[in-house]
């Protein structure tokens, strides 16, 4: 019981009453809707996770991100959302492994469980929005390739995904902002998935326990970027 011990040091009441509730409600939603999909079960359970390991800005939320991806890219092709596997396989989870490194090489004083809050200039800013601009145009055609259903938010999810990851990896506060948007993107597809197949249901409980824990880590990124200013 020491681990919980622990847990209970590291993070905040606000911090262990959200994953708890997430949890919940990632289980609850499983159990009323699906009973058979346990990879969406076992990454909804990654994935929100990771979340509350980003938002105190620990690299073992990275990595757990890079297990995220991969399961999310599984749960994708089987719905024939191209779009989010591509994007989550050949995106998402390099750039979280990218970011893990970024993560580990800057640490806070030496602690090596707290990133140092990074901002990134105009300049790169604006290079930042004309990479995402070449990318989505990209997948736009790749997707159209293949075919993906809903394509025109599969693109507006890759066009998210990319500004997120990119500010992830510059370790800006603003990353967990841009997951919140691609939470957005992806509960209304999971929703329109849904309409179809009723277990999807419990894909869109994930993602709206994850805009909870995006929007939570922008304000924890914001605290702790007044305290590392401070020294």
């Given amino acids: 019981m020491s681990w919980m011990k622990a847990a209970g040091?590291?993070?905040?009441?606000?911090?262990?009453?959200?994953?708890?509730?997430s949890v919940a409600l990632i289980v609850l939603s499983f159990c009323l809707f699906d009973r058979e999909s346990?990879?969406?079960?076992?990454?909804s359970l990654i994935g929100v996770t990771s979340l509350i390991f980003n938002a105190k800005g620990n690299p073992f939320g990275q990595l757990l991100m890079i297990i995220f991806s991969l399961l999310y890219g599984i749960i994708s092709?089987?719905?024939?959302?191209?779009?989010?596997?591509?994007?989550?396989?050949?995106?998402?989870?390099?750039?979280?492994?990218?970011?893990?490194?970024?993560?580990l090489r800057n640490p806070f004083k030496g602690n090596r469980a707290e990133v140092a809050v990074n901002s990134i200039s105009?300049?790169?800013?604006?290079?930042?929005?004309?990479?995402?601009?070449?990318?989505?145009?990209?997948?736009?055609?790749?997707?159209?390739?293949?075919?993906?259903?809903?394509?025109?938010?599969?693109?507006?999810?890759?066009?998210?995904?990319?500004?997120?990851?990119?500010?992830?990896?510059?370790?800006?506060?603003y990353f967990a902002l841009a997951y919140a948007s691609n939470d957005v993107v992806l509960i209304l597809l999971?929703?329109?998935?849904s309409l179809?197949?009723?277990?999807?249901?419990?894909?869109?409980?994930?993602?709206?326990?994850?805009?909870?824990?995006?929007?939570?880590?922008f304000v924890s990124w914001q605290r702790m970027k007044r305290r590392q200013a401070l020294g």
């Fill in 9 to 21: 040091k590291y993070f905040s009441r606000t911090e262990i009453a959200l994953w708890c509730s």
């Fill in 38 to 43: 346990y990879l969406t079960l076992c990454a």
């Fill in 77 to 103: 092709f089987a719905c024939a959302y191209y779009g989010e596997m591509i994007t989550y396989l050949g995106m998402t989870m390099p750039m979280a492994a990218f970011a893990l490194v970024s993560w």
């Fill in 122 to 173: 105009g300049p790169e800013t604006v290079l930042m929005w004309l990479l995402t601009a070449v990318v989505t145009a990209v997948f736009y055609f790749i997707l159209a390739y293949f075919g993906t259903a809903n394509i025109v938010p599969s693109t507006i999810s890759v066009t998210t995904s990319f500004v997120a990851v990119y500010l992830t990896f510059r370790r800006s506060p």
């Fill in 190 to 193: 999971w929703t329109l998935a």
């Fill in 196 to 217: 179809d197949d009723i277990r999807y249901v419990s894909v869109v409980v994930c993602f709206l326990a994850f805009l909870a824990n995006d929007l939570y880590g």
